[in-house]
């Protein structure tokens, strides 16, 4: 079982965005329920996700394909997915794999939320 925090957050022109925090490993054991928690918020809440990774000290494959699942929901859905805070331990997955070039990824939680597109999708 993976610990997720979750907050929503309203931009200015009132877009709201959901911050989701995994605690812990995000790998084979836990991605499946990370994967669905992604899936909910972007059907039922906000098509605009932020992904804080400073609390996820492991990932694997799995991890990653749960994040790029759900950056795909939020593209389908003309949202947008940002990774923020990445572990200093995970950090090297994205690079090693290339990843870090197919996310949008920032260095805090602030400059993640402050980029959000200003249009909303209805």
């Not at 950056?71 to 940002?82: E, I, L």
């Amino acid at each position: 079982m993976i610990q997720i925090e979750q907050t929503t957050y309203t931009t200015e022109d009132g877009t709201q965005v959901i911050v989701l925090m995994p605690e812990g490993r995000l790998d084979i054991t836990t991605a499946w329920q990370f994967r669905l928690k992604l899936q909910e918020c972007i059907s039922k809440l906000s098509n605009h996700i932020v992904v804080n990774l400073s609390q996820v000290n492991f990932i694997d494959s799995s991890g990653l394909t749960s994040l790029v699942a759900g950056m795909r929901d939020a593209d389908k859905v003309k949202g947008s997915f940002r990774i923020c805070d990445v572990h200093p331990e995970a950090k090297l997955v994205f690079e090693v794999t290339m990843m870090d070039t197919v996310f949008e990824i920032f260095e805090t939680e602030e400059e993640a939320l402050g980029g959000v597109p200003r249009t909303m999708a209805r």
